[in-house]
């Protein structure tokens, strides 16, 4: 049976050849121009919080289904800059996740806080799409990018001014995302291939990556006690959806993992 992570890869190829269809490249080049300028993603988790807190705005997912039917992004995205979170992640994937690039382009446009397009990024155009639409980042995922591409779009997200977060589980990537040289790593605690997240997975390959890069935790986060963990560890940053998105007071909720 096809994982989870290829039925997304092979959605999200119709879906970049029809936007390419929608929107010519040379029209989504005109839009750069008027996009906002790049904030820096990276100094924005280097604050107050002894473990930076990147919020996501998160809707559905595939492993949890709907998370949040009351869901205006904006207004989470400000409960989220206001209750202390470093930076954003946005979900713009629309199939599986019920996210949108306008969601993007909007939450950009009312916080003063950086944002990563967090979707399945196997395209050059999305790169664009992404700064056009006001991104700071963008997530790139080892695991759906074989070869050179990763090397590629890393290039191309770096041309244009972002920060890539780039991403891996499996730690075979490792070597692999490190010779990179990037600016920022993350480790999936979730196997995107069967959905059970585990903390202690970021934990162990936190050890085997240099103290230089900062290096985010990302899924399954839920308590001051999974914080207090991460800290212990040394990691610099979280990334937090559903956890988060599942409370009815956002902001007492991020209080209450940043109170770590
Ligand atoms: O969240 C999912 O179900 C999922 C399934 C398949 C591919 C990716 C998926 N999630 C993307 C993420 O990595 C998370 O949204 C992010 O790290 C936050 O995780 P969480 O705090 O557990 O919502």
């Known amino acids: 049976m096809q994982d989870t992570l290829s039925k ?4 999200k190829r119709t879906e ?41 705005v998160k809707k559905a997912s595939p492993s949890a289904g709907l998370i949040r039917a009351d869901f205006d992004p904006v207004a989470i995205a400000r409960t989220y800059e206001q209750g202390g979170a470093n930076c954003l992640s946005v979900l713009t994937d629309e199939h599986f996740f019920q996210g949108h690039l306008d969601f993007l382009v909007a939450i950009r446009r ?11 990024i196997l395209d050059a155009y999305q ?13 790139l995922i080892a695991e759906c990018l074989p070869g050179q591409e990763l090397a590629d779009l890393h290039a191309a997200i770096l ?9 891996l589980y499996d730690a075979e990537n490792l070597d692999r995302v490190l010779a990179l040289n990037p600016k920022l790593v993350g480790v999936n605690n979730r196997d995107l291939r069967t959905f059970v997240t585990d903390i202690a997975h970021a934990v162990r390959l936190h050890e085997r990556v240099p103290s230089t890069i900062p290096f985010v935790a990302e899924s399954g986060i839920r308590t001051a006690a999974d914080v207090a963990r991460l800290r212990a560890a040394g990691i610099d940053a979280m990334l937090v959806g559903e956890s988060l998105m599942r409370q009815p007071d956002l902001a007492k909720a991020v209080g209450d993992l940043l109170s770590q």
Do not use: Q
């Not at 997304?8 to 959605?11: F, S, W």
């Open 8 to 11: 997304i890869v092979a959605h």
């Open 16 to 56: 970049i050849a029809a936007a390419k269809a929608r929107t010519p490249l040379a029209e989504l080049r005109a839009r750069l121009a008027d996009a906002p300028p790049v904030r820096d993603f990276v100094a924005g988790l280097k604050t107050k919080n002894s473990v930076a807190l990147i919020a996501e």
């Open 110 to 120: 009312e916080v003063g806080i950086p944002v990563l397009r967090k979707d399945f």
């Open 127 to 139: 790169v664009l799409e992404a700064r056009a639409s006001g991104a700071d980042a963008v997530l």
């Open 159 to 167: 041309d244009h001014g972002m920060t890539p977060l780039v991403e």
